[in-house]
């Protein structure tokens, strides 16, 4: 194996919950209130959509699609999210500091050499944010290929926190068949003082519609069973992706940081989940709310309210 290289889930397509817009002459991010499933390549207009995304929507209320069914491939929650501190340079895209909050791996003169890391708002380097989380989820949604991954990437602190508690949580429930539980990506929104009341979306991984824990944790088991009976070795591949990640210090090349940068490091908008406080003089941002999204989560609210009494 090449040192250096990260050796990272394959790739099939994305997932996010915006894309990118050309306004007058200049590239930027701009949010939506549902998931869009793209290949990997791009066109004039943007990421062209991948066959699963038109599948998915027509089988979706309204044609949004704010619910994914997914699957895991491993069974350690930290090899299907992946999230650090990243300072990337504009430019280049290339990854300059990668840390956990403790240490991080920076980029001299030098080389690659591993300093403390006191989180971005103590960092000296990561003034004027030029440093954010930045979180990979890989999930499988194709069966014709059981290895290869669709990847959510984000910025956000709302999206990677509530991951990492799901998959951690699912993990710990189900004895560690994370990988065999029937599960889905999940759009969410809510307000708060610094979004000025306008809903912010988030992901968030829960059950598949129909399906409580008692269940999920059931079918896990017999999937466990017939993987093993079939001589898959879930274990043998988890190591293996840890070892393949383990093999550079930056597990993103340059080419991800440049598409990083044009789609969540862009300082001419707010990002809809991490907002700054508004700078004087400038309105408050606008984000692309979509017919119906409050509406259908006031419905939502109601009908728990409803099956509680």
């Known amino acids: 194996m090449i040192k250096g290289l990260a050796i990272t889930p394959p790739i099939l397509g994305r997932i996010s919950i915006g894309k990118v817009v050309e306004k007058n002459g200049k590239r930027l991010p701009e949010k939506d209130d549902q998931f869009t499933i793209t290949s990997q390549i791009q066109g004039k207009e943007g990421w062209v959509k991948h066959p699963l995304d038109e599948q998915l929507r027509a089988k979706a209320q309204n044609q949004k699609l704010r619910t994914?069914?997914?699957?895991?491939?491993?069974?350690?929650?930290?090899?299907?999210?992946?999230?650090e501190y990243s300072l990337f340079d504009r430019q280049t895209g290339r990854p300059m500091c990668v840390g956990n909050g403790e240490t991080c791996q920076r980029l001299t003169n030098q080389g690659v050499e591993q300093h403390p890391c006191p989180s971005p708002d103590l960092c000296p380097l990561a003034q004027g944010g030029n440093c954010k989380p930045y979180g990979r989820l890989h999930v499988n949604l194709d069966e014709s290929d059981e290895l290869g991954t669709f990847i959510f990437r984000t910025t956000g602190?709302?999206?990677?926190?509530?991951?990492?508690?799901?998959?951690?949580?699912?993990?710990?429930?189900?004895?560690?068949?994370?990988?065999?539980?029937?599960?889905?990506?999940?759009?969410?929104?809510?307000?708060?003082?610094?979004?000025?009341r306008t809903p912010v979306y988030y992901v968030d991984l829960t059950l598949r519609d129909g399906v409580n824990l008692q269940q999920a944790i059931q079918t896990a088991k017999d999937i466990d069973q017939q993987s093993k009976a079939s001589g898959f070795n879930q274990q043998a591949l988890d190591q293996m992706a840890r070892q393949g990640y383990s093999n550079a210090r930056f597990e993103v090349n340059s080419e991800e940081g440049l598409d990083l940068v044009e789609e969540f490091y862009t300082d001419e908008i707010v990002e809809s989940e991490q907002v700054q406080p508004e700078p004087k003089g400038r309105a408050k941002p606008r984000f692309n709310q979509g017919g119906g999204f409050v509406q259908d989560i006031q419905k939502g609210l109601q009908q728990n309210v409803r099956a509680v009494n």
């Open 68 to 83: 994914i069914p997914v699957r895991m491939i491993f069974n350690d929650p930290e090899l299907n999210l992946r999230a």
């Open 157 to 196: 602190f709302n999206s990677i926190r509530t991951l990492a508690a799901r998959l951690s949580y699912y993990h710990a429930a189900s004895n560690g068949l994370l990988s065999c539980l029937p599960l889905q990506l999940t759009l969410r929104g809510k307000s708060t003082t610094q979004s000025y």
